[in-house]
C-alpha cells in the first residue's frame, strides 16, 4: 500500500511539474521574418524580451540596444525576439523583407526577427492578446512601438515596460538578469 501511494505521489508530482513546463504562450503559431511557420518552443527554456518594433520611429535607435543586451546576455539563456508592427504612426510600412535589411545593415541585429503583426485592435496577434489580455498580469493595450516583455524560462510574463524604456536601463537589465536568475 505504501509503495501504491508513494508511486501515486510521484506521478501527481510529475504531472504537475510537466503542466507547469507547458504554458499555451509556447503554441502560438506564429511566423519568422522569412514566412516560415513557426513557435515560440523554439525558446522554451529561455527567458525572452519581447518587443513590439518599428524602423521609421523616434525609438527605432533602440534596436543598437536590444542587439547589445542580446549579445551580452544570450549565452546565459536569454532571447530577444522582435515583431514588427506598423500600427503606430505607419512607422513600419515596410515589408519583411525591407524590415529585415534594415534591421541587418543599420543596426547589425542578430536576434530572431518575426513577420510584421497587430499589437492591438480586432487583427490582434494572438501572442499579443496573450501578452495583454485580461489573464496577463500586465494587461492593457500597447501604447506605442518598443513595447517590451520579459517572458521566464517558464513562459511566464514577468515584467512589461512601455517603449520610453531602454534596453540597456538598469530596469530592463535588472529584470532580464532576474528572469536568467530564475531557474
Known amino acids: 500500500?505504501?509503495?501504491?501511494?508513494a508511486l501515486a505521489a510521484a506521478l501527481m508530482a510529475s504531472t504537475v511539474l510537466a503542466a507547469d513546463?507547458?504554458?499555451?504562450?509556447?503554441?502560438?503559431?506564429?511566423k519568422d521574418i522569412h514566412g516560415k511557420d513557426t513557435s515560440l518552443k523554439t525558446y522554451q527554456g529561455k527567458a525572452m524580451l519581447i518587443v513590439n518594433v518599428a524602423s521609421e520611429c523616434g525609438y527605432t535607435p533602440q534596436y543598437a540596444g536590444l542587439e547589445a543586451v542580446y549579445r551580452k546576455y544570450k549565452d546565459q539563456g536569454l532571447v530577444v525576439?522582435?515583431?514588427?508592427?506598423?500600427?503606430?504612426?505607419g512607422q513600419e510600412p515596410g515589408s519583411n523583407e525591407e524590415v529585415l535589411k534594415f534591421c541587418t545593415s543599420r543596426y547589425n541585429v542578430t536576434?530572431?526577427?518575426f513577420g510584421k503583426i497587430d499589437v492591438n485592435?480586432?487583427?490582434?496577434?494572438?501572442?499579443?492578446?496573450?501578452l495583454t489580455g485580461k489573464?496577463?498580469?500586465f494587461p492593457g493595450?500597447?501604447?506605442?512601438?518598443?513595447?517590451?516583455?520579459?517572458?521566464?524560462?517558464?513562459g511566464k510574463i514577468l515584467k512589461r515596460f512601455e517603449a520610453d524604456a531602454e534596453p540597456e536601463s538598469t530596469e530592463v537589465k535588472g529584470a532580464i538578469e532576474a528572469a536568467l536568475a530564475a531557474k
Open 1 to 5: 500500500m505504501k509503495r501504491l501511494l
Open 135 to 137: 489573464s496577463s498580469p
Open 141 to 154: 493595450p500597447i501604447g506605442w512601438n518598443f513595447g517590451k516583455f520579459i517572458v521566464g524560462r517558464d
Open 21 to 30: 513546463k507547458m504554458n499555451p504562450i509556447f503554441d502560438i503559431p506564429l
Open 121 to 130: 485592435g480586432p487583427k490582434q496577434h494572438a501572442l499579443y492578446a496573450s
Open 111 to 113: 536576434f530572431p526577427m
Open 81 to 89: 525576439l522582435g515583431f514588427p508592427c506598423n500600427q503606430f504612426g
